[in-house]
């Protein structure tokens, strides 16, 4: 029988298996978790820190669930050795966190910031101790308001800025950090950020958020040129390329999921990967899609060679054509693009209200593999749940279902690999509870629960599932323990 258009084409095998039976990778993947620098760190003023985007967004009214902020978080920047135990323990080759733009430069141009430096000095000192390799994120939303004061990422300069940037961070950690990933899902600083207006800086924009989308990959190419300067190892980005299904096997709904795609992944992997700006961009934008904001040879820096492209997935969207909301191109945001998400029928949902439907991971990864031969070996940089979470009475917190989760996609990743896709690692999201953005501390996707009003951190239950799949995961292979891979 023919799959139906929102069934997903590997779909049929055995995903929601025991938990008690682990997924296998080969020798050398890697494994690890990650977090970034706002939803963690707090410390917002301290030792020279300056306010970033999403400082300015969280203190304006009705933007953050119950008004919360960034500012305390998870308290990680004074209690970073206990959260360093806790990976420890957890037995990850790898942590993924990201460095606060506005700690380290706090202008975002000019004097750099050496007690900010120093902090991510210690933590990599840590880490190290810890026989952790680190995996340094630069840009994981967290934009100085410095440099949104000057126009922020529609300006051509701030992606020198970030090369800039870049440059100053890997020449103090470049010695001991081996994994760089310049931004984190671009997408969301884009559109989410400059036309849904959900994520500071909080605009509904048309031509400029395609700009915004544009500088973002130029500072990428600028920010990887920086680090091969510096001597860089291993060099990648981050991108969350969705898997888009259609509602009905319609024309209109094809065509709606064209233009989703273009949105959410040709922008970023047709010029990261494939030497071109998205096929379908007249028809997605319209006038919006001039091109005004290009320069020759831009795609060149763009398109220099990665060691690796990241990933980050969580669900599938299903998209079914809709009217735009705005009849007037020139007065549309650039996500006014005709399409209308739809639910999807008959799995479950996280408290995010997301679709759990692990297949469309496998699916996913064979597509990229399939439309996008230029691309480098992937690395998985997120992938968790959210979840109802509380410590019970025993003291401990049973998330069963994110250990159902990440159990069936983690069977789903091994799938693509045995199929062939070149997959060296994955970071799960997130090791703590923390500031889930919009939805401020409503969400839960740690592994470690956190009690925000003592700072208390509780390993659940997933974080044992996953120390049980590393540790099998190492006995199996001949691993040594913690290996940089
Ligand atoms: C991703 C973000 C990450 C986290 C997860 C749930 O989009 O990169 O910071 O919020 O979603």
């Not at 004061?149 to 440059?167: I, L, M, P, Q």
């Amino acid at each position: 029988m023919a799959p139906t258009p929102q069934q997903p084409a590997s779909a049929g095998g055995p995903v929601n298996g025991p938990a008690g039976h682990l997924p296998r990778f080969p020798a050398g993947f890697t494994f690890g978790a990650a977090t970034a620098a706002y939803q963690i760190e707090g410390a917002h003023d301290e030792d020279g820190r300056a306010p970033s985007i999403w400082d300015t967004f969280c203190r304006q009214e009705g933007r953050v669930a119950d008004g919360d902020s960034g500012d305390v978080a998870c308290d990680h920047y004074h209690r970073y050795r206990e959260d360093v135990g806790l990976l420890r323990e957890l037995g990850v080759d790898s942590y993924r966190f990201s460095v606060a733009w506005p700690r380290v430069q706090p202008q975002g141009s000019g004097a750099v910031n050496p007690a900010g430096l120093d902090f991510y000095d210690r933590l990599v000192d840590e880490l190290l101790a810890a026989g952790i390799s680190p995996a340094a994120t630069l840009y994981h939303w967290d934009l100085p308001q410095a440099l949104e004061d000057r126009g922020g990422w529609r300006s051509r300069d701030t992606a020198h800025r970030f090369a800039e940037y870049a440059d100053h961070v890997a020449r103090r950690l470049g010695d001991r950090v081996p994994r760089w990933i310049t931004l984190n899902e671009p997408f969301c600083t884009a559109f989410v950020g400059h036309a849904v207006g959900r994520h500071a800086p909080g605009t509904r924009e048309g031509r400029p958020a395609l700009a915004v989308a544009h500088h973002l990959l130029l500072g990428h190419g600028l920010a990887v040129a920086a680090l091969r300067g510096t001597g860089a190892k291993e060099v990648g980005i981050t991108l969350n390329p969705d898997h888009l299904l259609p509602a009905t096997d319609s024309p209109a709904d094809a065509a709606a999921v064209r233009r989703a795609r273009t949105l959410h992944n040709d922008v970023w992997l047709d010029p990261l990967f494939a030497g071109r700006y998205p096929e379908h961009e007249a028809e997605t934008w319209g006038p919006l899609a001039d091109g005004s904001y290009r320069r020759e040879g831009d795609l060149e820096v763009i398109g220099a060679p990665l060691d690796f492209a990241g990933v980050n997935y969580y669900r599938p969207l299903v998209m079914a054509d809709a009217p735009h909301e705005e009849p007037d191109p020139h007065r549309r945001t650039a996500a006014d693009i005709g399409v209308r998400e739809v639910g999807m029928a008959g799995v479950r949902r996280t408290t995010m209200g997301w679709p759990v439907a692990p297949e469309t991971f496998t699916d996913l990864l064979l597509d990229l593999d399939r439309r996008y031969p230029g691309l480098p070996p992937l690395v998985i940089t997120e992938n968790g749940s959210a979840e109802e979470d509380a410590v019970g009475e025993d003291g401990t917190v049973h998330d069963a279902d994110r250990v159902a989760y990440l159990h069936d996609h983690l069977h789903a990743l091994a799938r693509a690999v045995d199929q062939g896709v070149d997959v060296r690692g994955y970071y799960l999201w997130s090791l703590l509870d923390n500031f889930e953005w919009g939805h401020g501390y409503r969400k839960r996707f740690g592994v470690v629960h956190v009690d925000y009003a003592t700072q208390r951190r509780t390993p659940k239950d997933s974080y044992h599932w996953y120390r049980r799949l590393l540790a099998d995961h190492r006995a199996r292979t001949g691993q040594p323990p913690r290996s940089e891979g």
